[in-house]
């Protein structure tokens, strides 16, 4: 496809990102019987059908009609990694206005976790982290985002289990994409993923962490936290001088009031920043009587930044600090360390080889 082929390719309207609701209605306005919209939605979500032509039990002039008013994002592999250590794979794919993003599968004991990005870059500009660099480009579509789990289950030849969206970007800054991609993934018609199963990560959107609590998606809230205090993240992560740390625990608060879920803390540990025992003990103070999990999160070292992870036995110093007053913590489990598996890092090699292709 050429440039002049996929600019017009980009002005039909995205089908995938459609719910089943809006896609009976386009079916019907196009005088075509309902039971149509559900063979498409099936085609889409369930049989993961990349162009109208598979739809085999469709009329001809019905396919050739799809095809003029709508397209399927379909993402093009530009790098696949696999770690020779735990057979993690990171993708790096290439969007139809050839953007890239990235993408990570993981296998676990109880089977497959993807690790998808909800934005092209990212805005808040966390001092640790690769996906920063450079800011935001653009959002992805609620299609765009379900490609990535598509294309990654086609590549393993098995489903994918769990679904973390806590690669490139802030879904809560991608807030209507992020809940009909939900919505979508939830639907027991189309990709019968049980929300249970998906985990939202944020840098603490205040408004949009209250808003997703009202929408009725039991999905498991992240909060990137990575400082015990309001001075401390502010050094890290610059988003907290808009969303203080007392309005961001209190939004997080009414997410588990109103959802039932516990919520998690995503907790990089940074060498000579967070992990002292002045920052266990106000840590442990800080989340004090919520129903929470706090997960430490060994920083990958990134070129562009000067911070980097402590010693293995300064990270397991912390979490028993954490775990004698009383605080459920782990450490994660570092998954595919020997690909540069870390948020952004795939994406920013390529982005930065003049030789790239």
């Not at 979500?45 to 994002?73: C, Q, W, Y």
């Not at 020779?84 to 990235?102: C, H, P, R, S």
């Not at 106000?282 to 070129?303: D, Q, S, Y």
Request: glycine share 8%; aromatic share 6%.
């Amino acid at each position: 496809m050429n440039e002049t082929q996929a600019d017009k390719a980009l002005e039909r309207e995205d089908i995938l990102s459609m719910s089943r609701k809006e896609l009976e209605e386009q079916i019907l306005l196009s005088g075509e019987k309902p039971f149509r919209a559900g063979q498409i939605y099936g085609w889409l979500h369930v049989r993961h059908a990349e162009s109208f032509d598979d739809m085999t039990n469709l009329p001809k002039a019905l396919r050739k009609s799809l095809g003029e008013r709508f397209r399927i994002p379909v993402l093009r592999e530009v790098r696949v990694l696999t770690s020779q250590i735990d057979g993690t794979m990171k993708f790096l794919f290439a969007l139809e206005d050839g953007n890239v993003i990235e993408s990570v599968l993981m296998r676990y004991s109880y089977g497959l976790s993807a690790c998808i990005s909800s934005q092209v870059g990212c805005s808040m500009g966390c001092r640790f982290c690769a996906s920063a660099i450079g800011g935001r480009v653009r959002d992805l579509c609620a299609g765009e985002m379900i490609a990535q789990v598509v294309q990654m289950e086609r590549a393993a030849g098995e489903r994918i289990g769990h679904v973390v969206i806590m690669g490139s970007g802030e879904p809560l800054d991608n807030y209507e994409n992020l809940v009909r991609f939900l919505r979508i993934m939830g639907d027991p018609k189309g990709e019968c993923l049980s929300l249970r199963d998906i985990t939202v990560s944020t840098c603490g959107i205040v408004p949009n962490i209250r808003a997703l609590a009202g929408e009725g998606l039991p999905v498991t809230l992240a909060l990137s936290l990575h400082a015990p205090s309001q001075e401390k993240r502010e050094k890290l992560m610059p988003i907290a001088k808009k969303y203080p740390l007392p309005q961001v625990l209190d939004a997080m608060k009414e997410y588990y009031d109103r959802t039932g879920r516990r919520i998690t803390f995503e907790y990089s540990c940074v060498d000579g920043e967070n992990t002292s025992p002045g920052d266990a003990q106000m840590l442990a103070e800080l989340v004090r009587g919520m129903n929470c999990h706090i997960n430490l999160i060994p920083v990958n070292p990134v070129e562009e930044r000067s911070w980097r992870r402590p010693n293995r036995a300064k990270i397991e110093a912390f979490r028993g600090m954490l775990e004698k007053r009383g605080i459920s913590v782990t450490i994660r489990r570092e998954m595919g360390r020997d690909i540069n598996g870390a948020c952004g890092q795939l994406r920013r090699g390529f982005m930065t080889d003049p030789e790239r292709t």
